[in-house]
């Protein structure tokens, strides 16, 4: 039992200045369980979760030190915490136990540890944070009118976010829809940067209005520019075999960090190797007999052919269309060589489809951070790196300005 100048002691310290040291009531016992809550201590936002059904509650710093996706979308797996994005997972200390495309022997380096506070207790209902050492030991007891602290926002990256609808993307092709959606002497609305366009097809000619720069036939899809575009395009598309093009999906995800997810090649034992060309980058691979070779053409173009060790060839063209600032129309088309059979093909456009389908969801929001520098980089992460830096040199060439510092980050990363 304590005295009453205890407890006046304890609100002092349920209550210390942001950033000051000291314990932080942060949630409800009741309400931490297995997802991921995003709480306040000390002005510093948290995870709190319980890695065990009704064991003790874990703090850890919010977002993954991969890419920096917030915990809030990561799940409990095995009494770990598994990040939604490519599957890192972290023990109640905070040290990284395991990365997924590093295969299951691979040791983690310290830097994908995450950080943890100095404690956390529960107490009178009460989880308790305190984020650096304290004289303390045990939070103080919770008093009537105890409340957890507002929720800091997360911290934003250090450098430039590209967005769906930034202005540089302007001087880019980008496609808008699949070429037999428009017919002789149809028209098509489509969306494209935040602005809306019609698309005529006269004579075989295609134009939009109000019109743009550059309206072209290529690929199957319809490509509008809508200022004179830089940068480079996939080479033109010569797919074997039967080819078949998925319904266009709407995301929510922007395209560039769609497109960054699905860089990453997924699989243990993945050897990449990264070479830039104009406009974007080539990579090659191979896995466990699996040939693969990447294209990838920025801002939102990607084409990855697979040959299996049955000597099957599978292809993805991905073509992404930058609607608004929250929505990105995904255009898929997969082909099949070697002796694929129609059923096998629509397999294998259901296969694509599931795997766009995972991708998304737990992705950030606002746009993919073109500095690289405050995340975690492993040798399988080297085609997302690329892909920074051929967005980098779009939106420079594009600006038409000199590299600002804030580029030479991204190139130096
Ligand atoms: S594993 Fe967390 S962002 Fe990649």
Do not use: I, K
Request: charged share 20%; hydrophobic share 40%; aromatic share 4%.
């Amino acid at each position: 039992m304590r005295s009453d100048g205890a407890v006046a002691s304890s609100r002092a310290l349920s209550r210390p200045s942001p950033g000051g040291t000291g314990w932080f009531p942060v949630a409800r016992a009741a309400d931490v369980g297995g997802t991921p809550l995003l709480v306040g201590a000390g002005g510093r936002p948290w995870v709190v979760v319980r890695l065990r059904p009704g064991g003790e509650v874990t703090a850890l710093s919010p977002h993954c030190p991969h890419r920096l996706l917030p915990l809030t979308s990561a799940t409990v797996v095995g009494g770990d915490l598994r990040c939604a994005g490519h599957g890192w997972t972290f023990a109640a200390d905070g040290r990284c136990r395991g990365v997924p495309a590093l295969g299951p022997d691979a040791v983690p380096p310290p830097r994908a540890d995450l950080s943890a506070p100095w404690a956390v207790e529960e107490r009178d209902g009460w989880v308790w944070v305190a984020p650096d050492r304290t004289l303390h030991h045990r939070p103080p007891r919770a008093v009537a009118g105890t409340t957890a602290e507002p929720v800091p926002a997360l911290p934003a990256p250090s450098g430039p976010v590209l967005g769906n609808v930034a202005p540089a993307l302007g001087r880019a092709w980008h496609p808008v829809a699949r070429a037999d959606a428009l017919e002789e002497g149809g028209w098509l609305s489509v969306r494209l940067l935040g602005a809306t366009r019609t698309l005529q097809r006269r004579g075989g000619v295609v134009t939009a209005e109000p019109p743009v720069a550059g309206v072209r036939e290529r690929d199957g899809a319809l490509w509008l520019a809508p200022e004179p575009p830089c940068g480079t395009d996939l080479p033109a598309e010569v797919f074997p075999g039967r080819t078949q093009w998925l319904p266009a999906v709407r995301t929510g995800t922007p395209a560039a960090v769609l497109m960054d997810a699905v860089l990453d090649p997924g699989a243990p034992g993945v050897v990449a190797e990264v070479v830039p060309v104009a406009g974007g980058c080539t990579a090659r691979w191979a896995d466990g007999g699996r040939q693969v070779v990447v294209h990838l053409r920025a801002p939102f173009q990607l084409r990855r052919d697979e040959t299996l060790p049955d000597g099957t060839t599978r292809s993805l063209l991905l073509l992404l269309q930058p609607e608004d600032a929250d929505s990105t129309l995904v255009h898929a088309r997969v082909a099949l060589g070697g002796r694929p059979g129609r059923v096998q093909l629509a397999a294998e456009a259901q296969r694509v489809g599931a795997e766009l389908e995972a991708l998304d969801g737990a992705l950030p929001v606002t746009g993919l951070p073109l500095t690289p520098r405050d995340e975690v980089h492993l040798p399988t992460d080297r085609l997302g790196v690329a892909y920074r830096h051929a967005l980098a040199d779009l939106l420079v060439t594009a600006r038409g300005t000199a590299r600002t510092e804030e580029d030479d980050d991204v190139a130096a990363a």
